[in-house]
């Protein structure tokens, strides 16, 4: 009897562990737990000091108010060849969708390095560049401050590791910010037709 | 005399290894790679609670018998909380979060503890349940985190995920192998297998201690 309590008691507890790290049985993984975080949950991101391509530095937050627009923001950087180039790919193809739809004047696009050591705004800028970037549409930044990378990318859910041969491995997604600084969506790579629509949804609406 | 003072021992060596590997220079190689994160510092932390298990004195293991009746509470525990412990997230939380790290260690090494404290209490179908879950469990997992085509874990690589999912297929065939290996060291399976008609003792196992 007192053996059946313990099983019992054991189980209880086991569940109640599973059903938090996975967010009431629905995800296994910490990219689909922030996927659903930012739907259900959704926070300010960390506010960081940027500089851009041109070499002004301005902090984020400031940045996205300044601007109005909603951000679909992704996280790279410029040394990267294996899924940065699907992410720049993806952003052309955004970039021309939103021209197709008219949607410029509501959303944008931010591509943030968190290789601050060598993009600088130069190599960023030759990075715009090579993605024939219009800076009305899509800006390139990195954090102005190394120190205040880290917070930034943890608030975001990125998680950058070396990856042994010089370069680095990161999760990669689109990330929808609005104007007030939230994320309030985030969509794998190959949903960008979603994240722009949602984008699109948020602009229309209210501005948070 | 001789028996606590290896008691003793025991128990010495287990706190070592654990304080070992929540030190950060091992602590930090064992867990930079999902691989030695999953197969040898899960290991590491169990086998040391099986240790400190054993070198429990008397009063404390007969409390906890009380309410491991066949070693059934100690074999359930160790099987949650190693099925916790696969979660991919559980393992990039352990790493984001030190109180997810500290309970990673408390429960890796009292599922070990329980496991100790179970063993010679479960006769043999209890521990062919027990093992045979264990075993078809990690397969499963190891399985699919060999075929996953992309990273589950924010913090490892994707070889590393395979080379995890393999080390976890090939311990769910060694374990069961080497339980087999004993029982039939220990003389149980002759018994069992004889043509002899012998009514096979049901607490066959608990007597050879």
């Known amino acids: ?208 | 005399m001789n028996r606590r003072l290896s008691a003793r021992l025991c128990a010495i060596v287990a706190l070592s290894a654990i304080s070992a590997c929540a030190v950060p220079p091992l602590r930090g190689w064992l867990e930079a790679d999902m691989a030695r994160h999953m197969l040898m510092q899960f290991p590491l932390l169990v086998a040391a609670g099986a240790l400190l298990g054993a070198s429990l004195p008397g009063p404390g293991r007969d409390a906890i018998a009380a309410f491991n009746a066949h070693g059934l509470a100690g074999f359930a525990m160790f099987l949650l909380v190693t099925a916790f412990w696969m979660i991919p997230r559980a393992l990039d939380e352990a790493l984001l979060s030190p109180a997810v790290e500290a309970a990673k260690f408390a429960s890796l090494v009292t599922a070990g503890a329980a496991m100790a404290l179970s063993w010679r209490a479960a006769p043999p179908v209890v521990q062919a349940f027990f093992v045979g879950n264990w075993a078809w469990m990690s397969a499963a997992v190891g399985l699919l985190y060999e075929d996953a085509p992309a990273r589950l874990c924010n913090f490892y690589l994707l070889d590393q995920q395979t080379v995890a999912g393999r080390g976890l297929v090939a311990l769910a065939v060694i374990v069961p192998l080497a339980w087999i290996v004993s029982l039939a060291r220990s003389g149980y399976l002759a018994d069992l297998l004889s043509d002899a008609p012998r009514r096979a003792s049901p607490d066959a196992c608990s007597q050879r201690n």
């Open chain 1, 1 to 208: 009897m007192r053996t059946a309590v313990a099983v019992v008691v054991f189980a209880v507890l086991a569940l109640a562990a599973f059903a938090g790290m996975t967010d009431g049985f629905r995800v296994v993984t910490s990219d689909s737990a922030r996927r659903l975080a930012a739907v259900e949950r959704p926070v300010a991101v960390a506010d960081a000091a940027l500089v851009d391509a041109s070499g002004g530095v301005r902090a984020l937050h400031a940045n996205l108010a300044d601007d109005g627009r909603i951000a679909i923001v992704d996280f790279i950087y410029t040394r990267c060849d294996s899924i940065c180039t699907v992410l720049g790919n993806e952003f052309q193809q955004l970039q021309r969708e939103i021209v197709a739809q008219g949607l410029q004047d509501r959303v944008r696009l931010l591509t943030i390095s968190f290789d601050p050591a060598h993009d600088d705004p130069a190599t960023l800028a030759g990075y715009a560049k090579r993605m024939t970037a219009d800076p009305a549409l899509w800006r390139f930044a990195t954090a102005a401050d190394p120190d205040e990378l880290a917070p930034l990318l943890a608030s975001f859910g990125i998680v950058v590791i070396p990856d042994g041969i010089g370069g680095y491995v990161h999760n990669a997604a689109l990330h929808v910010v609005t104007a007030g600084g939230r994320l309030v969506r985030i969509h794998d790579l190959g949903n960008f037709r979603q994240a722009l629509y949602d984008a699109a949804g948020l602009a229309g609406g209210a501005r948070g």
